[in-house]
């Protein structure tokens, strides 16, 4: 299992820009979730799935969007960069109702906005 | 806001000597966890622990949880060069997945 990926390792945008940050896993979990890592301030949760054609916001949504078609896939959408968005990004899946909830991270992506 | 905050941000100690980091959290948990961030890259489960469970080891790791003052700690004995890493705790609140994480403590282990 290649387990949870994500393209592209770097990006830089310029403010205004658009741009779509891949994600997909091939564990058949229902839930994944896109965070993103500023220094000293841990992980925040930007939007979530627990399924196919369901998502939900995070604690950070604003400037993003995110959809779920298929069980594997979940991109981030970032519709206008702003430099505020610079930051890593990680995007994570687990299993849903009762199993394990043990999250499994992908290796992220480095943007910078400038 | 940050659910759960570490203590403390940054603990520097020698191989063989034991690491202890803490973890203090502001509402009811379904389960709390623990995980190590190594530079650069993407995050990697450690430990679970339950809202029920008071301790729980695995290997050189073990977790206490206390709900009546919410917090949480996690000892790595016999800690290794290669222990060097961030980490964070992450609560569960509600339905499960959704992880709230806190700031993180920096180890470093020295040879």
């Known amino acids: 299992n290649a387990g949870v990926t994500q393209t592209p390792k770097f990006q830089v945008l310029k403010t205004g820009q658009s741009m779509t940050l891949q994600c997909a896993q091939d564990?058949?979990?229902?839930?994944m979730s896109w965070y993103r890592q500023d220094p000293g301030m841990g992980l925040r949760l930007i939007h979530y799935?627990?399924?196919?054609?369901?998502?939900d916001q995070g604690e950070v949504p604003n400037g993003y969007n995110v959809s779920r078609s298929t069980t594997e896939d979940f991109p981030l959408r970032l519709l206008s960069a702003a430099p505020s968005q610079t930051s890593v990004y990680f995007c994570?899946?687990?299993?849903?109702?009762?199993?394990?909830?043990?999250?499994?991270f992908g290796p992220g992506t480095r943007l910078t906005v400038t | 806001s940050q659910q759960g905050e570490e203590d403390p941000q940054a603990l520097s100690i020698q191989e063989g000597e034991n690491a202890t980091m803490n973890c203090s959290y502001k509402t009811s948990i379904n389960n709390l966890q623990w995980y190590r961030q190594n530079s650069g890259r993407g995050l990697v489960h450690l430990i679970l622990?339950?809202?029920?469970?008071r301790e729980k080891h695995s290997g050189r790791l073990r977790v206490t949880l206390d709900t009546s003052k919410k917090s949480s700690s996690l000892l790595i004995t016999a800690s290794r060069a290669a222990d060097t890493a961030s980490y964070f705790c992450?609560?569960?609140?509600?339905?499960?997945?959704?992880?709230?994480f806190g700031t993180g403590t920096q180890l470093k282990v020295e040879l």
């Open positions: 622990i339950r809202s029920n469970e």
């Open positions: 992450a609560t569960s609140t509600g339905g499960g997945n959704k992880l709230t």
């Open positions: 564990m058949n979990h229902e839930y």
């Open positions: 799935s627990v399924g196919a054609g369901i998502t």
């Open positions: 994570a899946s687990s299993y849903a109702r009762d199993r394990s909830y043990e999250q499994y």
